[in-house]
């Protein structure tokens, strides 16, 4: 026992002492463990390589699958915090309740909406009754086994402006929740749904306004209106599912 261990690393040694000699006094000899006979034959091998290739070729191109996804969500024309949310909601990043109380966050786990036992990914972006109807309407076939596959399936068997569409529409339905649980604010889901829509176009728009040469210290100074003229001065601010106010002054050319 003593030799075993000095010539074997530990879990090695452990595997040899577990090994129980013949009683019946027989010579060792060799077994080919890919056959039920013990010996070894060219059939048994090929499939042996054979399933070890296809085995290192499937991770191989489940990688480059992947790869292209995360390529595609980046590249996306939505807001930037929509292709964040988008991320970290393939990752299972989000605080929802089930994450949260695999923290050891001491919190009920019911859904807001529906009252569903737990409210995890899935539940909350997809399956709630009180949005699920949506989704359906604008996507008609869903793949829920998780939330990252009916990313995937949406855009391999539609393209980027139907997972544009299925990350807004998601990112609407954790606006609303946050609403809800943080608020009690129930909002209903066409509105949020037309919020986020509404933010698309205008990321969309002023990207082609603007194009890259975006500079961060764009400056607008007022100037006063030629002589024997008026200026109308005009501001408004809008809040988000509130009213909106506007305000108006005319200027003189000397104030």
Request: one cysteine or more.
């Amino acid at each position: 026992m003593a030799k075993v261990r000095a010539l074997f690393n530990p879990n090695m040694v452990e595997a040899i002492l577990r090994l129980h000699p013949s009683h019946t006094g027989a010579a060792d000899h060799w077994l080919w463990e890919h056959e039920k006979s013990g010996s070894f034959s060219i059939k048994s091998a090929y499939s042996f390589f054979k399933t070890i290739l296809e085995s290192e070729h499937g991770e191989s191109s489940n990688g480059a699958v992947m790869k292209k996804f995360w390529t595609a969500l980046w590249k996306l024309q939505v807001p930037h915090k929509v292709k964040v949310f988008a991320w970290r909601a393939c990752k299972d990043c989000l605080p929802t309740k089930a994450n949260l109380i695999k923290r050891k966050l001491d919190i009920e786990g019911k859904c807001c909406f529906c009252q569903h036992p737990l409210e995890d990914l899935r539940h909350v972006l997809i399956l709630c009754p009180s949005t699920y109807g949506f989704l359906r309407s604008r996507f008609a076939v869903l793949q829920i086994s998780s939330f990252l596959t009916t990313a995937m399936d949406i855009l391999f068997k539609g393209n980027f402006k139907d997972l544009s569409d299925f990350f807004l529409m998601v990112w609407a339905f954790w606006f609303r929740r946050n609403k809800m649980v943080h608020e009690q604010i129930a909002l209903p889901p066409q509105q949020v749904i037309g919020f986020a829509f509404t933010k698309k176009l205008h990321s969309v728009v002023v990207r082609q306004q603007l194009g890259n040469h975006i500079s961060k210290n764009m400056v607008y100074i007022w100037s006063p209106p030629p002589e024997d003229s008026l200026k109308l001065n005009i501001d408004g601010a809008l809040f988000l599912f509130k009213q909106s106010w506007y305000g108006h002054g005319f200027e003189e050319p000397y104030g």
